[in-house]
């Protein structure tokens, strides 16, 4: 049974009746207990959970303590390529828009990974727009190959591969996939993904299960917040990676919870509240302990620094959304970011708070 | 009863060891050693950052003490093995704790794969300290492919819910020569206590101390628990009875004229 089939077993489901039935004991007892179920997940990320953030976010707190420690693992993006054969609404690399496409070259990305392994950052995190032709599999690997030496830890986000291609970049020396499915809901997925080849919704939410069949050693899921009702995408990413990790329990597993931010030509963007954020991260991490919860520079620094007591235990620094951002600042941005600081200032950050910045977690074998 | 603590062929005088990992800060690390006179500490060979951008774990590490690098984040033997092979080139020396895990929900060891790779290790010369589920025929085989100890745990690792494997973890100290540490879900300074009265060699305790909020005082205690349990243990435990001794003992007849 793949994903989809389970998805689609919620995908009339009643949510406003789950939703409207929670009250204060439930929550109580729902932190109290060792194993929180599915049902007891939809309690917690119900409307009606909501004046009760408090208690959620201690328990979620003692989680993490328990699972991670007083500390934040630190990464950040390169981006390679914003070459892009889609039409995605919501992207600043729409193929529609008249934006300087840039692809780096081999020398371009060992400059720019000197420039990164500068600040000292181990964990790198590859991206591409979503274009075969521009970026195959082969520039793909390439790059990886050219920047094993200077990064302990190589994630790809990129288009959904094939599992024989995730195996080829595995064995090229990448150890992370982060793939998010933007939006769970198919209605939307098509509306949201005019054409190009990630119309094709199933392919896409195959993907992390492709590369775990193929020995990946962490994945990364995450819906874009604001494409869809946030409660219910939250719900079937919860769901999503449940599925995952029990039939991979060998993969590490993590969250992303993107929201989306105004980019080049976006006109649909649901403004998502701090509120709902935090309740909807807790809720997570409630619900899977044991995940990785990652926050991104959409965030700015002041929400983000409230957010380390709250269960996130990886985050981006030093970061540029744009081609090349890093050796000169001309290429465009994918999306706005919000914290601008530098690794160092992220660093202070975390310390300020009470929690050790890692910079290395893994070790290439 | 009173013998030594002698691992790899050193003798070890703390029974307490600790480990590296969940600090808010890599100094108090030095502290914690300090006040708890560890001898042995573990750190993950994935924290370790060999280059000179960052600071380096290793630094935090007392140059007396003995490293025991593991190999969290392996799944299989051969990732164990590479791990601890990259160890030692790296001037880690032969000491090497294997984890070998591949189930990330609640990180249990799996023994098969722990086996293999102890085998192999120890026969390259590494002193194997192989952290596993407590089980008396995986213990045996450890001890059959060289291992220096086992290292059976308490409980799933970072629960700190103290002593719950007791039955199983006393039977393998009964039953098997080399030294028994108990490592990972030891909660609280009487469970450490427990176990060393149970009659452990020793205890790895790392979140119980790492995640208090007085790390190095919660190692002081620890260090205290841990003697305490272990002179308990050597000067023989008087015996727990459920039941009053009979005030009519039913053999008494045996002593009369019948």
């Known amino acids: ?27 109580r007892r729902i932190i109290s207990q060792e194993v929180v179920s599915r049902d007891d997940f939809l309690k917690l990320i119900s409307p009606k959970a909501q004046p009760y953030l408090e208690l959620m976010a201690k328990k979620a707190r003692a989680l993490s303590l328990k699972h991670f420690g007083k500390a934040v693992t630190l990464y950040t993006p390169m981006y390679l390529s914003n070459y892009c054969n889609n039409k995605c609404v919501y992207c600043s690399f729409n193929a529609n828009h008249e934006i300087r496409r840039r692809r780096l070259i081999e020398n371009e990305i060992l400059k720019e990974g000197d420039i990164i392994a500068q600040t000292g950052l181990k964990h790198l995190l590859i991206l591409t727009g979503s274009s075969r032709q521009a970026t195959p599999v082969k520039y793909i690997k390439r790059a990886v190959e050219l920047l094993k030496d200077k990064f302990e830890s190589i994630a790809i986000e990129i288009y959904p ?36 080849p990630k119309r094709d919704y199933i392919f ?39 599925y ?39 809720a997570l991490r409630i619900f899977l302990p044991f995940f990785s919860i990652n926050i991104s520079t959409r965030e700015n620094a002041s929400f983000r620094r409230h957010l380390i007591h709250l269960g996130i235990n990886k985050m981006s620094a030093g970061v540029s959304t744009a081609v090349g951002g890093h050796i000169d600042q001309k290429g465009a941005a994918q999306f706005e970011i919000d914290d601008h600081g530098t690794v160092n200032n992220v660093k202070m950050m975390i310390r300020e708070e009470g929690f050790q910045p890692v910079m290395k977690d893994w070790v290439r074998i | 009863m009173n013998k030594d603590l002698i691992i790899g062929g050193k003798k070890i005088k703390n029974r307490l060891l600790t480990g590296t990992g969940k600090y808010a800060d890599k100094k108090i690390i030095e502290k914690v050693i300090d006040a708890s006179n560890c001898e042995v500490v573990t750190m993950a060979l994935r924290r370790v950052d060999f280059d000179k951008t960052n600071e380096n774990i290793l630094d935090y590490i007392p140059k007396s003490c003995t490293l025991l690098p593991n190999t969290s984040g392996a799944r ?67 001890v059959e492919a060289g291992a220096a100890t086992v290292m059976p745990l308490g409980a799933p690792i970072g629960t700190n819910k103290g002593l719950k494997t007791e039955e199983m973890i006393k039977i393998i100290i009964e039953e098997i020569d080399i030294p028994v540490i ?17 009659g452990a060699d020793a205890v790895l305790v790392n979140t ?51």
Request: glycine content about 6%.
């Open chain 1, 1 to 27: 049974m793949s994903f989809y089939n389970l998805f689609k077993h919620y995908s009339d489901f009643d949510f406003e009746k789950r939703f409207s039935n929670v009250n204060e004991g439930d929550i």
């Open chain 1, 161 to 196: 591969l094939h599992p024989f291609e995730y195996k080829q970049l595995i064995e090229a020396g990448v150890d992370g996939l982060t793939i998010y499915q933007e939006v769970y809901n198919e209605e939307q997925y098509k509306k949201v993904h005019p054409s190009g």
């Open chain 1, 204 to 242: 896409r939410l195959n993907a992390p299960e492709s590369a775990c069949q193929e020995k990946i050693s962490t994945v990364n899921i995450g819906a874009l917040l604001g494409l869809h009702d946030i409660r219910k995408e939250i719900f079937y990413l919860g769901l999503h990676g449940e």
């Open chain 1, 244 to 282: 995952l990790s029990k039939k991979y329990p060998d993969v590490e597993m993590s969250f992303s919870l993107p929201r989306l931010k105004k980019a080049k030509g976006s006109y649909f963007y649901n403004e998502i509240n701090n509120k709902d954020f935090v309740q909807l991260l807790l």
């Open chain 2, 76 to 142: 299989t033997a051969d990732e164990a093995v590479r791990i601890a092979r990259l160890s030692r080139a790296a001037d880690c020396g032969n000491w090497v704790k294997i984890e070998v895990i591949s189930d990330m929900k609640y990180l249990l060891p799996d023994n098969e794969e722990t086996i293999k790779a102890t085998k192999i290790l120890a026969d390259e010369g590494f002193v194997v300290l192989p952290y596993m589920n407590p089980d008396l025929y995986t213990a045996r085989k450890l």
């Open chain 2, 182 to 198: 108990v490592d990972a879900g030891i909660g609280k300074p009487s469970d450490a206590c427990k176990a060393m009265e149970l």
């Open chain 2, 208 to 258: 119980a101390i790492a995640t208090s909020d007085d790390p190095v005082k919660m190692a002081k205690a620890f260090d205290l628990a841990v003697k305490a349990g272990r002179i308990a243990y050597e000067s023989k435990l008087g015996e727990m009875s459920n039941q009053a001794v009979a005030s009519s003992p039913l053999t008494n007849f045996l002593n009369e004229a019948l």
